[in-house]
């Protein structure tokens, strides 16, 4: 067993598994203080109901990614300490100020939000919840500018008699053209994932009334399914709309971000696309078989210039192959890495992703993102003057739809990441140090294997114990009208957990 290929498929499994409440939690911070400031601002009862609602759905997923985050901080000097001691310079820092800046003021105002509902004013109620949610997008921030410096090093020297990376320049680390990009990107990923949750669950309950009722439009509810049905409505649309503007918004950003990729890490792009030898202009392939050796393609269905265009902005652009990128990596490493990690990683250095792997990470990305947002648009059209999901003859279609929307765009931000985080290899820190070269060398592989076992029954308990008190708080659905003299409690009230 090699402890190094153990070592990334653990760092591998609770990124991931870590990963499906992250994007939750950025985006579902952000709409329930937009849900929270249209209550502030409006006094309709719905929604300050939604409010709760979705509250309550997002400090289940806030807690569940805070227990899975902890294990992968750990893993850089348990696993990584050569990692860690090379480039902790550099990489630690933006992550002292994601811990003690954005993970505090994160924290210390969601608990504000929590506990004061009825003690605070409504307004500083409004604004603790605003805070937390621009604490998850600093967290973001500074956790992508350490991931961008990864892919892209700058704002450092090595120091030659230590080993070792030092940082020159905070401020280029933080402008790193790779984050610049990836922040954008990443971030309307994550609040397409949000719309899909809230289109999802809304339209869900949606359903659940139409059948109870039999009503074919909101117009004819009265009473509690009025009410509800209203509420329900509108976080559907809003949900949908969320998911489309988001999703267009991924495209231009990851337009761009495309771009800068093939500037920086061109095999990425070649790996991405499949291209072996140089091509201009590239064509997109839509379907690709290889040899078992990545070396050559066999099969392929390709649309002209479409990959010219995403990675130098003409359609009639040149895009670098992966065999001669793979010679010139060869001639511009080889010896670096000899020098500096020894014979045995310099003579096992390929220069080349797992070629399937990142091809097809990267069409599941767009392609289940761009079902989604189709999914928001058919939504948006079933729902227009007030019609309801159809209760008998396309029920099972909406519902599909309803429970399969919320999982495409989280399923499409984990292999982005896949995407992004296999597309640099052979690479820890591309073209600063090899994957090989970051492995703790005293941890030997049982026990590497060990915990990788440990977390992963671990993290499938949690996420049992997640999806049971998601489905068991989106089941409850909508809190009852709050009664006319709700508003505000006693000056002697306790402190309480309000959601």
């Known amino acids: 067993m090699d402890p190094a290929l153990l070592a990334r498929w653990q760092f591998g499994i609770t990124t991931v598994y870590h990963y499906f409440f992250v994007p939750v939690t950025i985006s579902l911070s952000l709409i329930v203080a937009v849900l929270q400031t249209a209550h502030y601002r409006t006094g309709k009862d719905k929604y300050r109901r939604l409010t709760d609602f979705f509250g309550k759905l997002f400090l289940i997923n806030f807690a569940m990614g805070v227990v899975t985050g902890i294990v992968q901080e750990f893993q850089f000097g348990m696993n990584w300490s050569e990692y860690s001691r090379m480039v902790g310079d550099i990489f630690g820092a933006p992550l002292a100020f994601e811990a003690l800046l954005a993970f505090f003021m994160e924290s210390t105002f969601l608990g504000i939000w929590i506990f004061g509902r009825d003690r605070l004013p409504k307004g500083v109620h409004l604004a603790s919840i605003w805070l937390a949610s621009i604490g998850t997008v600093l967290s973001a921030i500074f956790i992508l500018a350490a991931n961008s410096f990864m892919q892209h090093p700058v704002g450092f020297t090595f120091n030659e008699a230590r080993g070792r990376a030092e940082m020159t320049d905070f401020g280029a680390v933080l402008t790193n053209p790779v984050a610049l990009t990836t922040i954008p990107h990443t971030l309307t990923a994550a609040y397409m994932v949000g719309g899909a949750f809230v289109m999802g669950v809304a339209g869900w309950h949606l359903l659940k009334i139409a059948r109870t009722t039999g009503a074919r439009n909101v117009s004819e509810l009265t009473g509690e399914h009025a009410e509800n049905a209203s509420?329900?409505?509108?976080?559907?649309?809003?949900?949908?709309?969320?998911?489309?503007?988001?999703?267009?918004?991924?495209?231009?950003?990851?337009?761009?971000?495309?771009?800068?990729?093939t500037d920086v890490q061109p095999m990425k792009m070649a790996a991405a696309e499949a291209i072996w030898e140089t091509e201009t202009p590239a064509s997109f392939s839509l379907f690709t078989i290889g040899t078992l050796d990545g070396s050559k393609e066999v099969f392929s269905i390709k649309i002209p210039g479409v990959t010219s265009f995403l990675a130098t902005g003409s359609?009639?652009?040149?895009?670098?192959?992966?065999?001669?990128?793979?010679?010139q990596y060869d001639a511009k490493y080889t010896a670096m890495i000899r020098q500096k990690y020894g014979d045995e990683v310099a003579n096992a250095m390929t220069y080349t992703p797992a070629v399937p792997v990142t091809y097809w990470t990267f069409r599941l990305m767009i392609g289940l993102g761009l079902l989604g947002m189709a999914i928001g648009i058919i939504v948006l059209v079933l729902l227009r003057k007030g019609n309801l999901p159809p209760a008998k003859g396309g029920a099972w279609f909406w519902l599909t739809m309803m429970i399969a929307t919320p999982l495409l765009p989280l399923f499409a931000n984990s292999f982005g990441w896949i995407f992004t985080e296999m597309g640099r290899q052979p690479w820890i820190v591309f073209g600063l140090m090899p994957t090989p070269a970051g492995v703790s060398p005293g941890v030997p592989?049982?026990?590497?294997?060990?915990?990788?076992?440990?977390?992963?029954?671990?993290?499938?308990?949690?996420?049992?114990?997640?999806?049971?008190?998601?489905?068991?708080?989106?089941?409850?659905?909508?809190?009852?009208?709050?009664?006319?003299?709700?508003?505000?409690?006693?000056?002697?009230a306790p402190l309480s957990f309000a959601y």
Request: glycine share 12%; aromatic share 8%.
């Open 231 to 261: 509420a329900y409505t509108w976080a559907t649309k809003f949900g949908a709309w969320v998911l489309i503007v988001a999703g267009a918004l991924v495209a231009i950003s990851g337009d761009l971000q495309g771009k800068v990729m």
């Open 445 to 492: 592989a049982a026990q590497v294997l060990t915990t990788m076992v440990g977390f992963t029954l671990i993290y499938g308990v949690l996420a049992v114990i997640e999806v049971r008190l998601m489905l068991r708080a989106i089941r409850k659905g909508l809190a009852g009208p709050a009664p006319a003299e709700a508003e505000g409690a006693a000056d002697d």
């Open 315 to 327: 359609f009639s652009g040149t895009v670098q192959g992966i065999n001669p990128l793979r010679e």
